[in-house]
């Protein structure tokens, strides 16, 4: 590509993302050369070819700090089940999708039987009524349990004999070899078109930059390596994170960096987030820490000692207080580091841990489409945690009043992708002191996610010497009111100065 000129925009950066920082902008090969107001009309500048931006309102572009990109592909590729409410719904989207997909498997995702009339699972046989063609595998919502048809179970028996159906799904270990057995034998081009459609949904919401989270217990280096080769192609901007304990394929790919999900805990969803006192909606359980003092110490060493920054996840006070004793002690030890370690989600940290993450240069990838979600007096998060805690999770204001980085990101498929929703939840935060401001916010979505990744030099502002990713907005973010910033979508986007399509309505999951 070689020179041209953009104008005819309200062009704004960060930090003032409400003043017009330039209306024009020259763009060389893939980089931004120039910002000003009016280059069309400099002598320097007037005869490049230009693209005339209507008007628009530009942004650099998005940046999602934590996003599970082939399992989030699946689901796009898979039947969505989230909105049906009695049984009869999920069959016929079955049988719907098996018309539509020509895959081998027919996957289904987020199925919760409290919505449905009957409140119940369907069973092996009425699942068979619907498709019985090709295996069919539908996933619970927690991704703890599934339910197959006649199909998958022979698939089950074959490549795990020891499987057994507890009524008419699988649960606990069975659930958990079957699915990542099942998820490593997907043919490849299904796991092809599925990273197309994730990488084609990002872009649709404006997001040229993924930190993508990927391997672990239902992948194999193979995936992560496909993830890899996929982001590196032109067009996109991918930074792998490997959610392994082994640095190996980091180190022979060339990644510094390691982990990810790798958990210190689980979630409130699942009462698995590991607390200090017990749930409020089950007194029994405070929670689960999947690895002790030593394991955490020994993988900080051990990325500090190879050079690579770590990612782990950390959800209840319990969790983030023992990752944030870990990197505490690996600072004072390895001493600082080119990139601070990261803390994915840091949900309900105490303020000994909040004072403790900022001395030992912890950078905090959070995710506020959560408390858009399950925040408040009334929702999940409240009832599993009672109103006192519940108050106390994700203090955004909080953390950046000491002094911590903030990296917006979605844990899609967790929440979709779709920044504007994780802006909307840090403005609007359930608890008033912990909002932030809207410039905050988009920085957070913007231009943090890179300085998490040491891009930060390159990427997450236009300005001379920066990536040309942007977006254009038909309305300007900083003009709408606060409760209406989830409803914002980007009209055009920009990759490297190149527009890329954002019309993909056909393939909005049903
Ligand atoms: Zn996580
Ligand atoms: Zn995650």
Redesign the pocket.
């Known amino acids: 590509m070689g020179t041209r000129l953009f104008h005819h925009c309200s062009g704004r950066d960060l930090p003032d993302p409400a003043r017009p920082a330039f209306n024009s902008f020259v763009v060389s090969g893939n980089l931004v050369t120039q910002v000003g107001f009016g280059l069309e009309g400099h002598t320097a500048w007037k005869d490049l070819p230009r693209i005339d931006l209507g008007g628009a309102v530009v942004l650099p572009a998005f940046a999602d700090s ?1 996003v599970h990109f082939l399992q989030t592909g699946l689901t796009f590729l898979g039947c969505r089940l989230e909105a049906a409410t009695s049984l009869d719904e999920v069959l016929d989207r079955l049988r719907a999708h098996a018309v539509r997909s020509p895959d081998e498997w027919l996957l289904a995702w987020n199925l919760d039987e409290t919505m449905l009339r009957e409140k119940r699972l369907p069973t092996v046989a009425e699942i068979d009524r619907a498709v019985a063609d090709r295996p069919v595998w539908i996933s619970r919502v927690d991704l703890h349990s599934a339910i197959p048809n006649s199909r998958a179970v022979a698939w089950a028996r074959r490549v795990h004999p020891p499987a057994a159906l507890h009524h008419d799904y699988y649960y606990r270990d069975d659930y958990v070899v079957l699915f990542s057995r099942l998820m490593r034998d997907l043919p490849r081009p299904m796991k092809e078109r599925a990273l197309e459609l994730a990488r084609r949904r990002c872009l649709a919401r404006g997001i040229t930059t993924v930190h993508a ?1 990927e391997g672990g217990w239902a992948a194999t280096n193979d995936d992560v390596e496909l993830v890899a080769d996929f982001l590196a192609r032109p067009g996109f901007h991918g930074v792998v994170y490997h959610q392994s304990d082994d640095p190996g394929l980091a180190r022979r790919r060339g990644w510094p960096r390691l982990g ?2 790798l ?1 210190v805990d689980g ?1 409130f969803g699942s009462r698995t987030a590991a607390l200090a006192a017990p749930y409020a909606d089950d007194p029994a359980t405070a929670g689960v820490v999947y690895r002790d003092d030593a394991n955490l110490e020994r993988l900080v060493s051990l990325c500090a000692d190879q050079g690579l920054q770590l990612a782990m ?1 950390a ?1 209840g006070d319990v969790a983030i207080d023992r990752l944030v004793a870990a990197y505490r002690a690996g600072r004072r030890r390895h001493g600082p580091r080119p990139l601070g370690n990261r803390i ?2 840091c949900e309900l940290p105490t303020s000994a841990a909040i004072a403790g993450a900022a001395e030992a240069g912890a950078l905090l990838a959070v995710q506020p489409a959560f408390e858009v979600l399950w925040g408040g007096p009334t929702a999940m998060y409240a009832r599993r945690l009672g109103p006192d805690r519940a108050r106390r999770t994700n203090p955004f204001r909080t953390l950046r009043a000491h002094g911590l980085p903030l990296a917006g990101g979605s ?1 899609s498929p ?1 929440t979709p992708l779709d920044p504007f929703l994780g802006i909307h939840g840090f403005v609007n935060h359930p608890t008033p002191e912990e909002r932030l401001d809207l410039s905050e916010a988009l920085a957070a979505f913007i231009v943090a996610p890179h300085a998490f990744a040491g891009e930060d030099r390159l990427r997450g502002h236009l300005r001379p010497g920066y990536i040309a990713d942007f977006v254009c907005l038909s309305r300007d973010p900083c003009q709408v009111p606060a409760s209406r910033l989830r409803d914002l979508r980007v009209d055009r986007v920009f990759v490297g100065g190149q527009e890329v399509s954002t019309d993909h309505s056909q393939e909005e999951p049903a």
């Open positions: 934590h989270l990810g999900c958990m979630s996840h959800i994915e989600h844990d967790v």
